[in-house]
């Protein structure tokens, strides 16, 4: 038992930073092809939360599902798998997400469910779509990554994650906000990956999708008082 106390978290982490991001540019030289789709599915995504259109969250959960299929096929069923053993398991992680997603949009397309009313959710949400495109690799960029080293958004983990947070913050439907277990495991494990090597890249994520679970029990509550007291005004 002694032995086990021993350990740090840098003993559990088998590849270095330089690595990491080695492998990154080969993915990115290999897959570059994508980038287009990428770049459609969120044109059409950004279009129709614009329009505040009905159909934006399960495109956009849709969008979500086929970005998370890639990263458990491609990033961790291939390229990471090389450098970690517990790629397989993460790859679970995002395949059982691409599940969930793309039920998740069935169920949305045929409900009528539409966009947060609570300002905080819709800021937050679009603070984090926009943290996912831009902020993440500027981040990156810290942390050592050379341009070429820059994993394409919808191909790295930690964004799609921040994203996906993102569209559920912007989602009126709380059942629908269950999902954000997902994001935080991810970040629960990316920090224990990330903080030994001082990637502030996957340190972010976990802080992030907490503050998204508290703005979502505080949307709640404000919900329940204001039906409350629109109920039970006194008259």
């Excluded at 902020?135 to 990554?145: A, K, M, S, T, V």
């Excluded at 080293?149 to 913050?169: D, F, K, N, Q, Y």
Aim: glycine share 6%; charged share 10%.
């Amino acid at each position: 038992m002694g032995d086990l106390f021993s350990y740090s978290l840098s003993d559990f982490v088998v590849y270095s930073a330089p690595t990491l991001f080695a492998m990154t540019e080969d993915m990115n030289r290999a897959l570059y092809p994508l980038l287009i789709l990428l770049a459609v599915l969120f044109a059409v995504m950004a279009w129709l939360g614009w329009r505040k259109s009905r159909h934006f969250i399960p495109v956009a959960l849709f969008g979500h599902a086929l970005m998370c299929c890639l990263v458990a096929w491609l990033y961790f069923g291939d390229y990471y798998a090389s450098l970690d053993w517990a790629a397989v398991y993460y790859s679970r992680l995002f395949y059982a997400l691409t599940v969930l997603l793309a039920i998740s949009a069935l169920w949305q397309w045929r409900s009528r469910s539409g966009l947060s009313d609570f300002r905080p959710s819709l800021l937050l949400g679009v603070v984090y779509a926009l943290t996912a495109l831009f902020i993440l690799p500027i981040l990156g960029w810290y942390d050592g990554r050379s341009l070429t080293e820059t994993a394409l958004p919808g191909l790295t983990p930690h964004a799609i994650m921040l994203s996906l947070t993102g569209v559920l913050l912007l989602s009126d439907n709380y059942l629908l906000k269950m999902l954000l277990l997902g994001p935080l495991i991810w970040g629960g494990v990316t920090l224990i990956s990330s903080w030994p090597l001082g990637l502030l890249q996957g340190q972010v994520v976990l802080p992030l999708v907490i503050l998204a679970i508290i703005t979502t029990i505080v949307s709640r509550i404000a919900y329940k008082s204001h039906r409350a007291l629109r109920i039970y005004r006194p008259r």
